[in-house]
């Protein structure tokens, strides 16, 4: 079933709860026990694209994907990353993300949603827009379209994520970003690795607090 409806810097320090804070205090994905997750790849492609040339001119086009085994299944880590993101993800990291909104739609193709950080911080907000939803095969796809921040390298984020069900139960989750670059500019690897590593936080996150918590999406 498809719904239609309309819808992370330097200095980082460890948490005395496990996640992982900027130096200004905003929570960039939270780092606690693995819980079992297991990484188990990072590959990097960099494309000069000549094709995309957008509205802004020539862009390098940097992808990365990585994936995670873990011990829950597909349908729960689903629902709590992206079906009911709003509800877990402030509940989970409250010290860096105060809450999660809809500015558009209800979470189907189209919604724009709002991440809003904890105060403090140097990033207030940062807005993602769904592109696809595939809720039968746990898939989404959404682009970062907006922040308080003005980045100076890169024009916008898409990104792809999975979760593919294991024979022991668990699944292993698939994601993939694209980082579309401004004309003329270069991203830098450690740039990269550095908001792949928050975003491997905040899953292992998440999945400790599904452990602990077996009816929480069931």
């Given amino acids: 079933m498809k719904r239609d409806a309309p819808k992370r810097r330097r200095g980082r320090r460890e948490r005395e709860d496990g996640g992982n804070e900027n130096e200004n205090g905003n929570e960039i994905g939270g780092g606690g026990p693995s819980c079992g997750i297991k990484k188990?790849?990072?590959?990097?492609?960099?494309?000069?694209?000549?094709?995309?040339?957008?509205?802004?001119?020539?862009?390098?086009?940097?992808?990365?994907?990585?994936?995670?085994?873990?011990?829950?299944?597909?349908?729960?880590?689903?629902?709590?990353?992206?079906?009911?993101?709003?509800?877990?993800?402030?509940?989970?990291?409250?010290?860096?993300?105060?809450?999660?909104?809809?500015?558009?739609?209800?979470?189907?193709?189209?919604?724009?949603?709002?991440?809003?950080?904890?105060?403090?911080?140097?990033?207030?907000?940062?807005?993602?827009?769904?592109?696809?939803?595939?809720?039968?095969?746990?898939?989404?796809?959404?682009?970062?379209?907006?922040?308080?921040?003005?980045?100076?390298?890169?024009?916008?984020v898409v990104y792809e994520v999975r979760f593919e069900a294991r024979a022991d139960g668990g699944c292993v989750c698939r994601m993939t970003s694209e980082y579309h670059g401004k004309a003329g500019e270069e991203l830098k690897l450690e740039h990269i690795k550095q908001g792949k590593q928050k975003a491997s936080g905040l899953f292992k996150a998440i999945e400790q607090y599904l452990v602990a918590n077996p009816e929480v999406c069931t």
């Fill in 40 to 156: 188990k790849s990072f590959i990097l492609r960099k494309v000069g694209s000549e094709k995309e040339k957008g509205i802004r001119g020539r862009m390098a086009v940097t992808t990365c994907a990585e994936e995670f085994v873990s011990p829950v299944a597909p349908s729960r880590m689903f629902k709590a990353l992206v079906l009911d993101s709003h509800k877990v993800i402030p509940k989970v990291v409250p010290r860096g993300i105060k809450s999660v909104v809809f500015l558009e739609g209800d979470g189907g193709v189209g919604s724009i949603k709002q991440t809003n950080f904890a105060d403090g911080g140097k990033i207030k907000y940062m807005r993602h827009r769904m592109d696809a939803l595939d809720v039968d095969k746990f898939y989404c796809k959404y682009t970062l379209i907006g922040s308080d921040v003005k980045f100076d390298k890169v024009e916008y």
